[in-house]
């Protein structure tokens, strides 16, 4: 049966300026943003053309807005009548650059928050100032209808476990923000594969406290019931304290769907369906109707189908609720 994407995490840079304590990627500059702007409003108009209008495109990094040319990008994507969304940790987002994002259209912009405690956020994010550039960045939206939605998004760990109902709260109260995101915690990109990053002398800051762990999930369970602004899906929470409770478990019960509704373009132009996947075609030599349909793609989606690997990104990023 011929499917067809409707999300595409368009990876812009994978660089990034701060040294986060939950990803490493500042570690490893990399020079592989090879793709020609024109490429890539040629393959912004071949996706229109395979897709339609209903797509949605997430401009991602690292920081994507250290992507010279993001914003023609965004203006581009939403002239083809693509929904746009983008998060940020903030830093970069002055008055023009907003000012450049309303133009384009953006549709949705989120912001990494990790504590309301200017400190603790500054800490997390590895750099001072962070705090105060994304109160700063959130304020220039605050008289504009673009974006449409504002929201946060937070990872829960425990270095900030003791701020999470406070930002829930906060969210609540504020008129301009749409809602909060929360992700559990995962061994921080770009680090080995280590079963046991949790348990390590450098990391293990990040790993909370189960008991406590479970008491704020189940609040923001509460909370969430009660009509808070808070977009998880409504079986995560449990999914993050089963994953709190013993982060070896096995989290994916039903079969994967990677593969058949969404992919990611990479800064190289490589498509992929899954990061633990090889790639399924280059948009620097073919159209992305041809990569879909592709001998590769078809390849790789029955690999999916038979994966067996304990990917953590099913608990965050590629969550359902039959999976609890």
């Not at 011929?2 to 304590?21: A, G, M, Y």
């Not at 769907?257 to 948009?283: E, K, Q, R, T």
Request: aromatic share 12%; with cysteine; glycine share 6%.
């Amino acid at each position: 049966m011929e499917t067809r994407p409707s999300h595409c995490d368009f990876i812009v840079t994978q660089n990034c300026f701060l040294h986060c304590k939950m990803c490493h990627i500042w570690k490893y500059k990399t020079d592989d943003e090879t793709v020609p702007f024109k490429t890539y409003i040629e393959f912004l108009g071949a996706l229109k053309e395979f897709t339609g209008k209903n797509m949605q495109i997430q401009f991602v990094g690292g920081e994507p807005l250290l992507k010279k040319g993001i914003i023609d990008l965004i203006n581009s994507a939403s002239n083809h009548g693509f929904y746009t969304t983008m998060t940020t940790n903030g830093c970069l987002v002055d008055r023009k650059m907003a000012d450049g994002l309303i133009t384009a259209g953006l549709n949705t912009i989120g912001f990494s928050l990790e504590s309301l405690k200017e400190e603790r956020h500054d800490f997390l994010r590895g750099m001072p100032g962070t705090f105060n550039k994304i109160m700063d960045a959130i304020s220039y939206f605050r008289d504009s209808p673009i974006p449409e939605k504002i929201f946060i998004s937070t990872i829960i760990s425990g270095a900030n476990l003791d701020d999470i109902i406070a930002i829930a709260e906060w969210v609540n109260k504020s008129p301009r923000l749409s809602f909060v995101y929360f992700q559990s915690i995962m061994q921080p990109f770009a680090m080995p594969e280590d079963n046991a990053w949790h348990e390590r002398e450098e990391t293990k800051f990040l790993w909370p406290d189960t008991d406590a762990a479970h008491r704020v999930l189940d609040t923001l369970s509460a909370l969430q019931k009660q009509g808070y602004k808070i977009a998880n899906p409504p079986g995560q929470f449990n999914a993050f304290k089963s994953y709190f409770r013993d982060p070896r478990k096995f989290i994916k019960k039903i079969k994967c769907n990677l593969g058949y509704n969404a992919f990611s373009l990479l800064p190289n132009g490589d498509v992929i369906l899954c990061f633990s996947m090889p790639p399924i075609g280059n948009i620097m030599t073919e159209r992305i109707d041809a990569i879909w349909n592709s001998e590769k793609a078809r390849e790789v989606r029955k690999q999916i189908a038979g994966c067996q690997k304990n990917c953590k990104l099913m608990i965050n990023c590629f969550f359902e609720d039959e999976h609890v």
